[in-house]
């Protein structure tokens, strides 16, 4: 017993923190549509300097990263933060650079024949951001794995509980009923009333 009591403690406590934070952004993105948010809209224009458009010109192969002269360029000049692991498609004419993250998007289209620029930036706040975190939207790798390895956690918290609920339930007479309530009620809410 001790031992599940051991597994039950530490796993309880890996996933304190994960808990609080999923269960707060389980309630917003369950009342997404009741909470009002104001995006941040910033869309810049300009012109790329001709000695920054060589990496096109005369390439037979589409290159997918800007050149760290454009990025510092973007940056110096238009206070543009373009993380040096984004990669875009180049059709030829039109360089487009998605850059999607958790509470905003982003992009970048240069026109590599006149070195005309867009750059759209919104940010969605601080409520989309955590409710992304939530659904591993645009969280990079390192972030799906911990969702994974967090939820592993959580299994092992249930069902280490679920066992010391089930040793301990003979001297609590409504461990048992109070257990099946909680397989029923949500079985029973799917069964009769999610479409």
Known sequence: MGSIRQWHWISASLCMAGMFLFSITGITLNHAADISSKPQ???IEGEVPNTLLQKWVGSETPPSHL???LYQWL????DIAIPK???GEWDEVEFYLPLARPGGDAWLAINTETGEFIYEDTDRGWIAF?????KGRDTGIAWVWF???FAAGCIIFSFTGLVLLWRQSSGRQSTGPLAALGVLIPLVLILLFVH
């Open 41 to 43: 809209h910033i869309s």
């Open 67 to 69: 050149s760290l002269a």
């Open 75 to 78: 940056a110096q000049v238009h």
């Open 85 to 87: 692991s984004a990669t």
């Open 130 to 134: 955590f409710n992304d975190l939530h």
């Open 147 to 149: 969702i994974d390895v």
